[in-house]
């Protein structure tokens, strides 16, 4: 069984940065992180392989999100940077049993973490 612990949310301004960090207990393969805001459904965000050799963003964070792993902390991270107002969500930790497809949607991850909130004021 996996346990993930997501941390590093916050509130921040639009254009601030933030660094989430997701610590994991057992083995894990690929995993990746989704949001979800009030009222809306839980949506992707990125993606990483084992290796880290490969990585998946969602378009509405490309060339401002970052998505990395430390397989030696087992500890996954999500480098959130240029803010915006409609990034605000609870952020969530997400990893697969699998090593083949990076997947983008939630039935790809078999194991979630409780969540962190990221609060963007305008």
């Known amino acids: 069984q996996v346990q993930l612990v997501e941390s590093g949310g916050g509130l921040v301004q639009a254009g601030g940065s933030l660094r989430l960090s997701c610590a994991a207990s057992g083995r894990t393969f690929n995993m990746g992180w989704f949001r979800q805001a009030p009222g809306k459904e839980r949506e992707f965000v990125a993606a990483?392989?084992?290796?880290?050799?490969?990585?998946r963003l969602a378009d509405s964070v490309k060339g401002r999100f970052t998505i990395s792993r430390d397989n030696a902390k087992n500890t996954l991270y999500l480098q959130m940077n240029s803010l915006k107002f409609e990034d605000t969500a609870v952020y969530y930790c997400a990893a697969s049993n699998s090593a083949g497809v990076v997947g983008q949607t939630t039935p790809w991850y078999d194991y979630w973490g409780q969540g962190t909130q990221v609060t963007i004021s305008s």
């Open positions: 990483i392989s084992w290796s880290g050799g490969s990585t």
